[in-house]
């Protein structure tokens, strides 16, 4: 059964989205199944994961995630509801850190109504740029250049004004350790030579921009969200305060992207919709919505 649902799942959502990378088999997990009205059968695979303490993934992520994988086939979106309706009695929860989370096609405007009734709410989108996109213009005044260890310090105030503001509209979760995780991070990026870009104005810093390229190949984490090829990835955008508003954000990203897209099928990003900046700013730099991901935090207040 789940052969024949992921083949009529990868070609609806090749009719939902061209960009939509075909549908992959679950990971390891409880199974749930469900009967629709007219006797089709849809089912969904639940995983549990720990996030450890200290890892930048904590920053951004409840402690315990329960995350559904549903598999509908060819079936709508608001087949999700009697998925959903099974839901509250699977969780095993262990700890008041928890959160729920359901990722689907951002144009699936038909699941969105099942997965609001359920509690759930839209707290980041995966969204989407093709390399033939054009870049950005820079903005004068602003100078950009790659970071070095030496900016090391300047860079953690950056990305922690970042988490700040996101910890504001639900994206990021503040931690104690969030200055030493930010840190370690950075470090351990500067180190391994990927990109960080520094914006600087009459010298002084005002910004940074992160990024990476990956490859969605079979088996890799990058294949369930974009299809299969090298893509540009951006980890983080941070403007300090004071600094917004003023064309510091566009003349990082001219400079990451330029680096990032050449061979590339395109890149791609998190960003948090209910953040006033972000959706405005991705979608003027050339992103749109591609996966939706809809969350109940803490898991307890699925209803």
């Known amino acids: 059964m789940t052969a024949a649902l992921l083949r009529a799942q990868s070609t609806r959502f090749a009719g939902l989205d061209p960009l939509l990378p075909a549908a992959v088999q679950p990971p390891p997990g409880d199974l749930l199944t469900a009967a629709l009205p007219d006797g089709e059968r849809v089912s969904a695979v639940l995983t549990r994961t720990l996030i450890q303490p200290g890892t930048p993934q904590s920053l951004w992520s409840a402690s315990e995630v329960f995350e559904l994988h549903p598999l509908l086939g060819a079936a709508e979106g608001d087949a999700l509801d ?13 700890s008041a850190d928890t959160a729920c989370v359901v990722t689907w096609p951002s144009r699936d405007a038909a699941a969105a109504n099942a997965l609001l009734a359920h509690g759930f709410v839209p707290l980041s989108v995966l969204a989407v740029r093709t390399a033939t996109t054009p870049a950005s213009d820079s903005t004068p005044g602003v ?21 700040a503001y996101s910890a ?25 030579g990927d990109p960080i870009w520094l914006a600087e104005r ?39 305060p004071d600094a917004r508003h003023a064309g510091v954000g566009r ?20 960003y948090n919709p209910p953040n006033p900046l972000s959706p405005v700013f991705w979608a003027r730099q050339g992103y749109r919505p591609l996966w939706t991901v809809w969350e109940v935090r803490p898991a307890t207040a699925l209803r």
């Not at 100078?143 to 988490?163: G, I, N």
């Not at 003349?251 to 998190?270: C, D, I, K, N, Q």
């Open 82 to 94: 009697p998925l959903l309706r099974a839901l509250p009695s699977a969780l095993t929860v262990t």
């Open 143 to 163: 100078t950009v250049r790659r970071a070095t260890r030496a900016d090391l310090d300047v860079l953690v105030e950056s990305a922690l004004a970042e988490v």
């Open 168 to 192: 504001q509209v639900g994206g990021a979760i503040p931690r104690p350790d969030a200055s030493a995780v930010k840190r370690a991070a950075l470090r351990a990026h500067l180190t391994q």
């Open 202 to 240: 009459d010298g002084v810093a005002v910004g940074h921009a992160e990024g990476w390229h990956t490859d969605s190949v079979p088996g890799s984490w990058a294949e369930t969200r974009v299809r299969h090829g090298r893509w540009g990835y951006v980890n983080c955008l941070s403007v300090l």
């Open 251 to 270: 003349a990082l990203m001219a400079v990451a992207h330029a680096e990032l897209s050449p061979r590339t099928v395109g890149s791609f990003l998190y």
